[in-house]
């Protein structure tokens, strides 16, 4: 076992085993752990003895709740440089992953976000169990939905990627599992039995139809129709007109997420989701990194960061304040080609 603290590294039989270890954290990703978990992917992916790789989070509260927020805000304000590298390192993380030639299995549990997303659904194998709270939160902190969202997001039921890039709604095991976030539903008492049999060499297909487990209906089923016709609508302001206009439970709740969102970064996850569906996935990801530089030089990440998370629960100064008041043409500058690209 290689142990570093922050990630660990364990060579269990014919299975590599990734543990995401900041579990005061909710395991929020770092810069360093990025570096680490690449590297040895790529050592694993030449090692005849590994057949399957496995991440999963340390404790009881989290998979991963995203990346380390705190961290890149302050390496952002010293020097934008070092926040767009960081972004640089997990995009190509979320490529290798996506990938990657051996079967790659994602226990989420507890609180997945962000950049928890982009470590596990692009992965061959997502498994969910009863604990998981799922969401892409990243339009209240004034960023984007970003580690691959452009491609995941709309490839989604109906219009639910973009449900959750404009509210950040929160799916639990059923939901992710009719949304097509995950695939399989394995209870946590049965993990330790799904890795020990991987650990055999057991595939993961096997070790899915000896384990998984149905769930009742997803609540999330209930309402795709109303989601469905509320989200094709053709621009960020109508959705918000229509769920404004709705006078249901759940319209009244998404309209009150909906408004508490950056009007910027609302406006570039509607853009990013509707070029997305027409991208390979190498090409999400060199668009979202186009996307992150322009960010560092903007107002919203950086008041959203510290209205939500170091400050914490204060009401963000967006600006502009208002959908109207962001124009088209600001808009599509983030998605310009940028001075740094992601991949050749």
């Known amino acids: 076992m290689t142990d570093d603290a922050d990630i660990l590294f364990e060579r269990r039989g014919m299975l590599g085993l990734v543990t995401l270890n900041r579990p005061q954290a909710l395991n929020t990703l770092t810069h360093a752990m990025c ?20 991440i999963q989070g340390a404790g009881e509260r989290a998979f991963c709740a995203g990346g ?6 302050h390496a952002a304000l010293a020097d934008p440089a070092l926040a767009a590298q960081y972004w640089r390192d997990e995009y190509l993380l979320n490529i290798s992953v996506r990938h990657y030639p051996k079967p790659f299995v994602a226990f989420l549990k507890g609180f997945v976000m962000g950049g928890g997303a982009g470590v596990s659904v692009h992965g061959s194998h997502c498994i969910v169990d009863e604990t998981v709270i799922f969401a892409m939160p990243e339009t209240a902190i004034g960023l984007f939905v970003d580690v691959g969202g452009s491609y995941f997001l709309p490839r989604l039921r109906g219009r639910l990627g973009l449900y959750l890039a404009l509210t950040g709604a929160r799916l639990g095991a059923s939901d992710c599992l ?3 976030v995950a ?9 330790a039995q799904f890795i020990a049999r991987l650990s055999e060499g057991l595939h993961p297909d096997r070790a899915v139809g000896e384990l998984a487990r149905a769930l009742r209906p997803s609540p999330l089923s209930s309402i795709a129709a109303e989601i469905d016709g509320v989200f094709s609508a053709q621009s ?7 769920l404004e206009a709705g006078d249901g439970v759940w319209s009244r709740s998404a309209y009150s997420a909906f408004c508490l969102k950056s009007p910027t970064s609302q406006k570039i996850a509607f853009r990013q989701l509707e070029l997305g569906a027409a991208l390979d996935f190498r090409d999400c990801m060199r668009m979202e990194y186009r996307i992150c530089q322009r960010i560092l030089l903007g107002h919203d990440f950086y008041e959203g ?4 998370i170091l400050d914490r629960n204060v009401p963000p100064r ?4 208002r959908l109207e008041d962001v124009r088209e043409q600001d808009v ?13």
């Open 178 to 180: 009719y949304s097509d």
């Open 318 to 321: 967006w600006q502009p304040s």
């Open 68 to 73: 380390d927020l705190r961290a890149l805000y």
């Open 183 to 191: 695939r399989h539903f394995v209870p946590a008492a049965d993990r």
């Open 305 to 308: 960061v510290r209205a939500t």
């Open 35 to 54: 570096v680490r978990l690449q590297a040895q992917l790529d050592a694993w992916r030449d090692d005849p003895r590994i057949a399957t790789i496995a």
């Open 236 to 242: 960020v302001e109508e959705i918000g007109e229509r």
């Open 332 to 344: 599509v500058r983030y998605f310009a080609p940028a001075p740094h690209e992601l991949l050749a």
